[in-house]
């Protein structure tokens, strides 16, 4: 069993098993900014404000445009510290925890109340601890409840799937001193690169070039990955090293189809939620914090190319992980 804060630094192989005990809720308020969370804080974005007057009226319109297009990427939920989960990836497990029983009934009102017809039960911020400094991290990703169950007797059995990945805005705060809220960026697109329409002088066209070559640079490492991915399951399904029946088969079918090479940044993190799946197998390094923190498509790339590759060469016993 592992406490809620601490789940993320365990080894990729360290969590055997899809259910796990939710607990730590004191160890929640101290892993984060020290000296505590601040009751009540209320966070707002630093702000430049030039004068108008050096700007014209067509710049004063598109810095306008942008900052709201900046403001509409901002949302405000609730923030659980538990783990480095990938879109896609699904996870059940079940808690006693009143802080967190608080925020999915809040949850739940919420959506209630807002009519949503996705069927979903709401949605709420996740982030992993980074394991080298041991804080949690500022990128995550937002997971939507599929079920809550409760047993009447002080706990709830919930099931997550993982949709959108954010950056943190600011620092968390704490709720009616029971859970967490943040306010998050959502991070779209393959490159998170901002354009300002045509090119408007020589500095933007070799920009632009510089880009494109990136863009395709990227596409041919994601390609690299189609036949890695190949070999890794075939690997682990004849070895024997599923955990559980069909296990493999199970998380291609959470996972959906491989995006295509023309989606690099999205092909990474598929790539990286299946030899890092839930629950997990054991075969290859924690690789899914280095990834959602990734400032860029190429070192997301990078980083589940040699996750991969490592993880065939402690399969096959060419190269063993430990």
Known sequence: ???????????????????????????????????GPRKGTVLR????????????DEELKGLME????????????????????????????G????????????VKEKTEA??????????????????????????????????????GRGRVDVEIVGRR???????????????????????EGEEEEETDGAAKDVNDKISGIVDTADREANIEMAKELEPLVEQWKKLVVDGGKERQPDQISLVLQHLGPMPPAKRPRERALWVAALINPLPALGVAMEIRPATLAAPSTAEALAV??????????????????W
């Open 1 to 35: 069993e592992h406490a809620l804060a601490f789940v993320p630094c365990a080894p990729a192989g360290a969590l055997p098993q899809m259910q796990l005990r939710v607990d730590g809720s004191k160890q929640l308020r101290n892993l984060f900014f020290r000296g």
């Open 66 to 93: 942008r900052v709201a297009a900046k403001r509409s990427k901002i949302s405000e939920m609730p923030l659980v510290v538990l783990d480095a989960m990938l879109p896609r990836q699904r996870l059940s497990f």
């Open 165 to 187: 990945r954010f950056s943190l805005v600011g620092e968390p705060w704490m709720e009616d001193d029971k859970y967490f809220m943040c306010k998050v960026e959502w991070v």
């Open 95 to 106: 808690t006693a925890d009143p802080g967190f029983r608080a925020m999915i009934q809040s």
């Open 45 to 56: 974005m630093a702000e430049d404000k030039p004068s108008e007057a050096s700007f014209s």
């Open 304 to 321: 589940v190319l040699a996750g991969i590759k490592g993880s065939i060469g402690h399969l096959d016993g060419s190269a063993p992980l």
């Open 114 to 151: 807002e009519g949503d017809m996705t069927g979903a039960l709401g949605s709420f911020a996740m982030v992993g601890v980074d394991p080298m400094r041991r804080t949690p991290m500022v990128c995550g990703t937002e997971v939507e409840l599929v079920s809550a169950l409760d047993d």
